[in-house]
Every structure is written in structure tokens, then in C-alpha cells.
């Protein structure tokens, strides 16, 4: 059974900082890997898709990095704004379905 | 196509009553999921369509749960005889086989409460 880790759960940085978020899983046999962003009491927003053969995906100031064989994720924020504040899911698939982390609860202080 | 479409936003119910909530998916996708979401967790995985086939159903899914897809393109969810553990985000997505190419597209959710 797939299982996804998060680390940390919460965190707490100034604006303008550097960020990491982590994710890990359990089972490397998977066919790609989604990061999300998740407003309170809203719905998913797809951030990247990283196919399991692709190294890294990037979309603005978002860098996301795959490692399969270690099972292993990062979500690299540069340059962190308010905007940012949110919860981040890992979120992989494998087998039939998408299985997820609990997620990183981000907050952005001005 | 501006995306998926889930309906109502927020529901909420007197315990025991039934609920029916409705996804409609980006057309071309052929697969649809449901996933349930409480306060602070992750997106707990209910059941998928391939097309109007449900494939897969996890044990989270009690006998109180009900999905359906007819003709493979809307699909809805129905709980029978709501209970208080009820109370979830209830989220719908869609994808092409495997999150393949574009990956999963998440609707804004239903949002439900039992009291």
C-alpha cells in the first residue's frame, strides 16, 4: 500500500525567504507525481506534474525535483510572497489512484 | 471546458437524511474520482469511473455510499442515512488514464455538514 509523507507539517517563514517542502513515498513504482495548493475550505489547484521519468518540472518560482528510487519529492519556493499562504500537497500515482500526503500548511508573514 | 464542476458547493443536512452531490468532469477525461477530505488531513480516496465502469471501490465506502456515472460523463454521489461522521469536503476529479499528461484536475468540492 502507497503511503506519502510530508515535512514539516506547518511552516512559518518572512516574506521573501527561500522555501523546501518535502515529500516522501513508500512505493517507487509510480507513474507520476502532482504537487497541489489548497486554499481554506476550497478545492485543488495543480501546481506541477512530474512524470516518473522526468527529473524536474518548473513553473514560475516553483521548482519541483523527483527522485523515484528513493521515493523522495521537493518543492522549492523562491522568493516567498503572502499569496503563497496555503496548504501544499504531495500527492502520487500508483496502481489505479492518486494517493496523498497530509499536506505542509505554508504561512507567508508580510 | 472550464473544468470540473462539482454541485452543490455546501450542504448541509440533518443526520439521517439522504445527499446527493453531482460532479461533471472535463469531457475528454475518461476517468473519474471521488475523494473524501476531513479537516487537516489529505484527500482520502472513495472510489473511480473508467468511463461508466466503477472499478474500484475502497472500504472507506460503506454501504451507505453510492456512485454512479451514467452514459460515462457526470457522475453523483449519494449518502444514505447521514451520520455526523459524515462530515467532509467531498472532492471530485478527473483525469485521463493514470493522470497522464495534463495529470488530475480537482474540482472546488461539496462541502457537507451533519448535524
Known amino acids: 500500500k502507497q503511503e506519502v509523507t510530508q515535512i514539516p507539517a506547518a511552516l512559518s517563514v518572512p516574506e521573501g525567504e527561500n522555501l523546501v517542502l518535502n515529500c516522501s513515498f513508500t512505493?517507487?513504482?509510480?507513474?507520476?507525481l502532482q504537487w497541489f495548493r489548497q486554499d481554506p475550505g476550497k478545492g485543488l489547484t495543480s501546481l506541477l506534474l512530474i512524470q516518473s521519468s522526468q527529473r524536474e518540472q518548473t513553473s514560475g518560482r516553483l521548482n519541483a525535483s523527483l527522485d523515484k528510487s528513493s521515493g523522495r519529492s521537493t518543492l522549492y519556493i523562491a522568493a516567498s510572497q503572502p499569496g503563497d499562504s496555503a496548504t501544499y500537497l504531495c500527492?502520487?500515482?500508483?496502481?489505479?489512484?492518486?494517493?496523498f500526503g497530509e499536506g505542509t500548511q505554508l504561512t507567508v508573514n508580510p | 471546458d472550464t473544468g470540473v464542476s462539482q454541485n452543490p458547493r455546501h450542504k448541509i443536512t440533518k443526520r439521517g437524511q439522504n445527499v446527493t452531490f453531482r460532479c461533471d468532469p472535463i469531457?475528454?477525461?475518461?476517468?473519474l474520482y471521488w475523494y473524501r477530505q476531513t479537516l487537516g488531513q489529505g484527500p482520502e480516496f472513495l472510489t473511480y469511473?473508467?468511463?461508466?465502469?466503477?472499478?474500484?471501490k475502497s472500504r472507506l465506502l460503506s454501504d451507505r455510499f453510492s456512485a454512479e456515472r451514467p452514459k460515462g460523463s457526470f457522475s453523483t454521489l449519494e449518502i444514505q442515512r447521514t451520520e455526523q461522521g459524515d462530515s467532509a469536503m467531498y472532492l471530485c476529479a478527473s483525469s485521463l488514464i493514470l493522470g497522464a499528461l495534463e495529470g488530475y484536475t480537482f474540482g472546488s468540492g461539496t462541502r457537507l455538514t451533519v448535524v
Open positions: 469531457s475528454e477525461h475518461n476517468r
Open positions: 512505493d517507487s513504482a509510480i507513474y507520476n
Open positions: 469511473f473508467q468511463n461508466e465502469a466503477q472499478l474500484e
Open positions: 500527492a502520487v500515482t500508483s496502481g489505479s489512484r492518486l494517493t
